[in-house]
């Protein structure tokens, strides 16, 4: 399995971005998906999951800010994200579940 994330960036406060991550190596389509981040000095925490028939789970720091969504056909999964905050500041990765996780995309929110 391979994931590959890309679409971070540095943005400021109230800013956007769209997290894209590639799938191979895998039945993508039958597989729930996720993308989790990674702040300096805290532990990896989820921030949004769907499964195979678009079901979409959020963290609740998330507040309706961000969107998880997923192209079958492209073997893509995207996160979009607005009205980012500082805090949002961290390493995002796209992960399969249980153990497959790609190598990360840095997003940086300056106030």
């Known amino acids: 399995v391979q994931l590959q994330a890309s679409g971070g960036g540095s943005v400021q406060a109230g800013g956007s971005l769209r997290l894209s991550c590639g799938a191979s190596?895998?039945?993508?389509?039958?597989?729930?998906m996720a993308w989790y981040r990674q702040a300096p000095g805290k532990e990896r925490e989820l921030v949004a999951s769907?499964?195979?028939?678009?079901?979409?789970t959020y963290g609740d720091f998330v507040k309706g800010r961000f969107t998880i969504s997923r192209d079958n056909v492209r073997r893509n999964l995207y996160l979009e994200m607005n009205s980012l905050e500082p805090e949002d500041t961290a390493v995002y990765y796209c992960?399969?579940?249980?153990?497959?996780w790609g190598q990360g995309t840095q997003v940086t929110v300056s106030s």
């Open positions: 992960h399969r579940p249980p153990a497959s």
């Open positions: 190596g895998l039945n993508f389509r039958i597989n729930t």
């Open positions: 769907i499964t195979s028939t678009g079901t979409a």
